[in-house]
């Protein structure tokens, strides 16, 4: 940052950077071809539509899951469906040496990976008084060390590369408390992983992007529970959860030479839920 107008007018070397050699037709920019995608919590939910999104697109998918093995059979599927290459991987992503390997996997098998979408987590919704310290350190390994070891690793193979795109699942739960049903740890390993991601997109910046989505309430497993569902109605402004088939294109977009501009960005995408 400058102190001053002349120390801000100074040219540097190298700058400004080159525009990217992408298509100027936008449907062109969105297709995944002989791209690589790794997406964690892939078996369901969110992280599968993901994959769907990816693999319709023509891209390659990698499957990550960790206890839901419909994922190896879902792999086959989109692979004959869309004539892509999929595989299924099954790892804990709180296992730092697991998730290393997986990549280093991933990379043997694929030759390259172009995105990584770290979208595992998961939630003990409780109060904090409620919450066992094993409840607590459960919540951060999955949801924080889960992301800080993905990338890590997959960092060091987009640094290798040259090139590379970390997508980032936070949540709504990163901008506002949750109500009626009290989660704060939940909520803050989401605000982790959102300034984790947002400074990972400087300091990555000479050779990856890196961009944060934050979703409200979708219709999945982790979507609103029994508790909460009637308020989460109220509260979007959409009335409703998201359909899964509702975020794919977002994920699209970031994965792809669309969003070849963006970067640092934490994308809400929650029906309006937090606009009140
Ligand atoms: N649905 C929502 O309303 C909502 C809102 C905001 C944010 N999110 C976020 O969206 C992401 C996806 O959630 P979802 O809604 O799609 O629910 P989901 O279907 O339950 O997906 C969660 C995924 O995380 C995986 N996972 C959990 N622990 C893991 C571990 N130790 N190692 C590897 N994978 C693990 C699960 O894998 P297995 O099933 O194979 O065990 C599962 O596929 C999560 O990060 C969640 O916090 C969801």
């Excluded at 939940?186 to 961009?211: H, P």
């Excluded at 975020?247 to 669309?258: T, V």
Aim: hydrophobic share 40%; proline share 4%; net charge negative.
């Amino acid at each position: 940052m400058s102190m001053s107008i002349f120390e801000s007018n100074q040219p540097r070397d190298g700058f400004p950077r080159p525009f990217p050699d992408t298509p100027s037709n936008v449907l062109e920019q969105f297709k995944m071809a002989g791209k690589v995608v790794v997406v964690t919590g892939s078996a369901d939910g969110l992280g599968y539509a993901v994959c769907e999104a990816m693999a319709e697109a023509g891209g390659n998918v990698a499957m990550w899951y960790n206890s839901n093995d419909v994922a190896v059979q879902k792999a086959e599927t989109l692979a004959s469906t869309h004539g892509v290459k999929t595989r299924a991987y099954k790892i804990d992503v709180s296992d730092g040496e697991a998730v290393r390997k997986a990549i280093a996997d991933v990379v043997h098998d694929f030759g390259k990976i172009d995105v990584f979408v770290a979208n595992a987590g998961m939630a003990i919704s409780k109060p904090i008084l409620d919450t066992t310290l094993e409840e607590y350190r459960k919540q951060m390994a999955v949801n924080v060390d889960g992301v800080v070891l993905a990338a890590k690793y997959a960092g060091e193979v987009f640094k290798r590369q040259g090139t590379g795109n970390l997508i980032i699942t936070s949540s709504m739960s990163a901008h506002i408390v949750n109500v009626p049903v009290d989660q704060p740890v939940y909520n803050g390993t989401k605000a982790f992983v959102t300034q984790f991601g947002k400074s990972l997109a400087r300091e990555w910046r000479e050779f990856a992007r890196v961009n944060i989505v934050s979703p409200g309430f979708f219709d999945t497993k982790m979507g609103a529970g029994p508790e909460s569902v009637h308020e989460a109605y109220r509260m979007a402004p959409l009335g409703r959860q998201g359909h899964v088939k509702e975020i794919k294109g977002l994920y699209l977009y970031l994965a792809s030479e669309a969003s070849s501009y963006m970067t640092g960005s934490d994308v809400l995408i929650d029906g309006g839920y937090v606009l009140p």
